[in-house]
T-cell receptor
Framework: EADIYQTPRYLVIGTGKKITLECSQT?????MYWYQQDPGMELHLIHY???????EKGDLSSESTVSRIRTEHFPLTLESARPSHTSQYLC?????????????FGQGTRLTVV | KNQVEQSPQSLIILEGKNCTLQ??????????LRWYKQDTGRGPVSLTI?????NTKSNGRYTATLDADTKQSSLHITASQLSDSASYIC?????????????FGRGTQLTVWP
């Protein structure tokens, strides 16, 4: 079982609020990812990181920002939440060795902005 | 353009029956292909992962096949159970970058009825 955790699992918040979604893994993985997934749709990569102090934007444009100060921690922040940010956010990490890139996912955070 | 297409979009079967889910991809250069199971409201969990040289991989009642020449994969589920009801996602990784970019299909929503 993968040791990657996301908090909170569910969040309902008002428009304009600042929020931070937490993601932590205890597997020592260098690579971490944030995906956004709407119901019945595929996952879209919004941010990724190769390691500490490395962050890149993904394929889907997002108003969120991320940081990677510690290997095990990859939080995602929305400075001013909007209803269009309502979605499920999934965090993942992958093995440090090249080749298999096995990815492990957290349980996700279901965000609703009202 | 790198893409992953899955079929059918949804499937309903009776408990105890077998089923096969399909995945076609155009990702190049190919690194590996995995099948994930995603329960509603949860993160994806890996079922199988296959590299270029592997053409079949089993995990209990789940058997995945890969034809790298035709760029097709299938996931066969035998003796289905109610707990198999979930979305099954095909994910293909490329080896054109150090990230090992993941390309996601939209998933097949499987419902198993008693």
């Amino acid at each position: 079982e993968a040791d990657i955790y996301q908090t909170p699992r569910y969040l309902v918040i008002g428009t304009g609020k600042k929020i931070t979604l937490e993601c932590s893994q205890t597997m020592g993985h260098d690579k971490m990812y944030w995906y956004q997934q709407d119901p019945g749709m595929e996952l879209h990569l919004i941010h990724y990181s190769y390691g500490v102090n490395s962050t890149e934007k993904g394929d889907l444009s997002s108003e969120s920002t991320v940081s990677r100060i510690r290997t095990e921690h990859f939080p995602l922040t929305l400075e001013s939440a909007r209803p269009s940010h309502t979605s499920q956010y999934l965090c993942a990490s992958s093995e440090p060795t090249t080749g298999r890139h096995e990815a492990f996912f957290g349980q996700g955070t279901r965000l609703t902005v009202v | 353009k790198n893409q992953v297409e899955q079929s059918p979009q949804s499937l309903i079967i009776l408990e105890g029956k077998n089923c096969t889910l399909q995945c076609n991809y155009t990702v190049s250069p190919f690194s590996n292909l995995r099948w994930y199971k995603q329960d509603t409201g949860r993160g994806p969990v890996s079922l199988t992962i296959m590299t270029f040289s592997e053409n079949t991989k089993s995990n209990g009642r789940y058997t995945a096949t890969l034809d790298a020449d035709t760029k097709q994969s299938s996931l066969h589920i035998t003796a289905s159970q109610l707990s198999d009801s979930a979305s099954y996602i095909c994910v293909v990784s490329d080896r054109g970058s150090t990230l090992g970019r993941l390309y996601f299909g939209r998933g097949t929503q499987l419902t198993v009825w008693p």
